[in-house]
């Protein structure tokens, strides 16, 4: 077994970059993330820096907090401010600017029970402490969270505790990839393959990307979070692409494996069912989310609080959802580094450390 810093080796990354180079034969290649440790490892080794000029780096949606969207955000603003509520929510959530650039910092401030917790499970040890309150926990997060949240929802009814619930706003990835490429136009900026992220992979496996090479004949391959994790992978869609033979291929052998973790999505499965689900920028997506089953909707914050959606708009200027579709690069949003920075940001992508906004600001020379 290699440890982890095997997979930063110098000489190593250097072979991989050369078998880069000799893959591409002078082609461009547009790849697309769709991983916030994804973005934040391009910019944090600086290997973004040292790829070969004919590679270009999207950053897709794969920031939850980024593609939480903002009718999402008003609903968590909603059941913050409601009576007997705790709203327990990742430290992240708590600087994402909804309608009005309103957020959940200004509600606490406000006097709403704000808590920040680093797990579902102690959002659950919150409502045992404080039996004369609801803990509401906003369930943010891809396939990777999912599962976690569906245990201690299970806990909670196993343990009888009443005073627990979940408002539900996770979201699946390869659908997003599908609405992703559905919705190129003409002239938009072509995704000629996907660096697919590590750890949901670790939950759905591989087969659930199929469509992406049978489809849209788009390589995809998933790939680790250490340098030479990323080259690989982006060495195995240059060798697909000069090959005209695009497949879905794992170069994270180490964490994934082809059939994913069947017990991680029986556990998610037993607790939600796919939904469709608005994402930032992208809009309504067919069955791209996860709602509580019926038999739980004692414990759904949506069912409980009878939450309305309501029409919300992005915080004015904010380009966030043309980041998250990789139609521009950070620093072409107008108030990038300017109106909106990671003190002060105006949209969800510059506040989370997963964003892209986050990350260009803190790791790129751009001026
Ligand atoms: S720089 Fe700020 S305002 Fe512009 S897209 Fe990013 S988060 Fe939104």
């Given at each position: 077994?290699?440890?982890?810093?095997?997979?930063?080796?110098?000489?190593?990354?250097?072979?991989?970059?050369?078998?880069?180079?000799?893959?591409?034969?002078?082609?461009?290649?547009?790849?697309m993330?769709?991983?916030?440790?994804?973005?934040?490892?391009?910019?944090?080794?600086?290997?973004?820096?040292?790829?070969?000029?004919?590679?270009?780096?999207?950053?897709?949606?794969?920031?939850?907090?980024?593609?939480?969207?903002?009718?999402?955000?008003?609903?968590?603003?909603?059941?913050?401010?409601?009576?007997?509520?705790?709203?327990?929510?990742?430290?992240?959530?708590?600087?994402?600017?909804?309608?009005?650039?309103?957020?959940?910092?200004?509600?606490?401030?406000?006097g709403?029970?704000?808590?920040?917790?680093?797990?579902?499970?102690?959002?659950?040890?919150?409502?045992?402490?404080?039996?004369?309150?609801v803990?509401?926990?906003?369930?943010?997060?891809?396939?990777?969270?999912?599962?976690?949240?569906?245990?201690?929802?299970?806990?909670?009814?196993?343990?009888?505790?009443?005073?627990?619930?979940?408002?539900?706003?996770?979201?699946?990835?390869?659908?997003?990839?599908?609405?992703?490429?559905?919705?190129?136009?003409?002239?938009?900026?072509?995704?000629?393959?996907?660096?697919?992220?590590?750890?949901?992979?670790?939950?759905?496996?591989?087969?659930?990307?199929?469509?992406?090479?049978?489809?849209?004949?788009?390589?995809?391959?998933v790939?680790?979070?250490?340098?030479?994790?990323i080259?690989?992978a982006?060495?195995?869609?240059?060798?697909?692409?000069?090959?005209n033979?695009?497949?879905v291929?794992?170069?994270?052998?180490?964490?994934?494996?082809?059939?994913?973790?069947?017990r991680?999505?029986?556990?998610?499965?037993?607790?939600?069912?796919?939904?469709?689900?608005?994402?930032?920028?992208?809009?309504?997506?067919?069955?791209?989310?996860?709602?509580?089953?019926?038999?739980?909707?004692?414990?759904?914050?949506?069912k409980?609080?009878?939450?309305?959606?309501?029409?919300?708009?992005?915080?004015?200027?904010?380009?966030?959802?043309?980041?998250?579709?990789?139609?521009?690069?950070?620093p072409a949003?107008?108030?990038?580094?300017?109106?909106?920075?990671?003190?002060?940001?105006?949209?969800p992508?510059?506040?989370?450390?997963?964003g892209?906004?986050?990350?260009?600001?803190?790791?790129?020379?751009?001026?």
């Amino acid at each position: 077994m290699f440890s982890e810093s095997a997979f930063q080796d110098p000489r190593l990354c250097r072979a991989l970059l050369a078998r880069l180079e000799r893959a591409l034969g002078g082609r461009s290649l547009r790849f697309m993330e769709v991983c916030g440790t994804h973005t934040v490892a391009l910019f944090q080794s600086g290997l973004i820096s040292m790829l070969p000029a004919s590679v270009t780096h999207l950053s897709g949606p794969g920031c939850p907090v980024c593609v939480t969207h903002d009718e999402e955000i008003s609903m968590i603003l909603d059941l913050a401010g409601r009576e007997r509520v705790i709203l327990a929510t990742f430290g992240d959530m708590l600087r994402v600017p909804g309608p009005d650039g309103q957020s959940l910092k200004h509600a606490k401030a406000g006097g709403a029970r704000v808590e920040v917790v680093y797990s579902p499970l102690e959002a659950l040890i919150l409502a045992k402490k404080n039996p004369d309150a609801v803990v509401v926990f906003p369930g943010i997060g891809f396939e990777t969270t999912a599962p976690t949240v569906a245990a201690v929802l299970l806990t909670a009814r196993r343990e009888k505790i009443g005073n627990f619930c979940v408002l539900s706003l996770h979201k699946l990835v390869p659908p997003a990839l599908r609405a992703l490429l559905d919705d190129i136009r003409e002239g938009e900026t072509k995704i000629d393959a996907f660096l697919l992220p590590g750890h949901v992979s670790t939950v759905i496996g591989l087969a659930p990307y199929a469509f992406l090479a049978e489809r849209f004949r788009v390589p995809a391959v998933v790939g680790g979070f250490e340098p030479a994790d990323i080259l690989l992978a982006l060495c195995l869609m240059a060798e697909q692409a000069r090959d005209n033979a695009p497949a879905v291929r794992n170069a994270y052998p180490r964490a994934v494996n082809e059939a994913g973790n069947p017990r991680a999505r029986a556990v998610t499965e037993q607790v939600f069912a796919p939904v469709d689900a608005l994402w930032r920028g992208m809009g309504a997506i067919p069955e791209s989310g996860l709602a509580l089953r019926p038999e739980y909707a004692d414990m759904d914050a949506l069912k409980r609080f009878g939450v309305a959606r309501s029409k919300s708009s992005s915080p004015k200027g904010c380009r966030c959802g043309d980041v998250l579709r990789g139609r521009i690069s950070p620093p072409a949003c107008p108030l990038f580094g300017k109106k909106c920075l990671p003190a002060s940001p105006v949209g969800p992508c510059m506040v989370s450390t997963e964003g892209s906004c986050a990350a260009w600001h803190n790791y790129v020379e751009y001026q």
